[in-house]
Nanobody
Framework: QVQLVESGGGSVQAGGSLRLVCTAS????????MGWFRQAPGKEREGVAT???????NYADSVNGRFTISRDNAKNTLYLQMNSLKPEDTAMYYC?????????????????????WGKGTLVTISS
């Protein structure tokens, strides 16, 4: 059974940094696409960043230049380094994974490409 477990969330002031970690288990083969999504209170879930197995990354415009997604396939681990955090980054952050047909379907706008989801880790940014 595939499991994704997020960690690293917390409360920081605006301008600060956090590093989210997602540990995956239960795979027979590493998923080609992994990503981070978030959902703020009262808002719909939105994509934050994705990374394809060949290292192709995509970011939402709102985080581009501030967040960095990376993965360590040997450790079955996904990371999200978040810098210059803003109050509007406050949300529950979810790790997700899937194996879409090709890298074009691995992007923050395509949550439908993800088959597996973690339970989330809460990020709170104060002004």
């Amino acid at each position: 059974q595939v499991q994704l477990v997020e960690s690293g969330g917390g409360s920081v002031q605006a301008g600060g940094s956090l590093r989210l970690v997602c540990t995956a288990s239960g795979y027979n083969n590493n998923p080609s696409c992994m990503g981070w999504f978030r959902q703020a209170p009262g808002k719909e879930r939105e994509g934050v960043a994705t990374i394809y197995s060949r290292g192709i990354t995509n970011y939402a415009d709102s985080v581009n230049g501030r967040f960095t997604i990376s993965r360590d396939n040997a450790k079955n681990t996904l990371y999200l380094q978040m810098n210059s955090l803003k109050p509007e980054d406050t949300a529950m952050y979810y790790c997700a994974a899937g194996s879409p047909f090709n890298y074009l379907r691995c992007n923050p706008g395509r949550s439908s490409s993800m088959e597996y989801w973690g339970k989330g880790t809460l990020v709170t940014i104060s002004s």
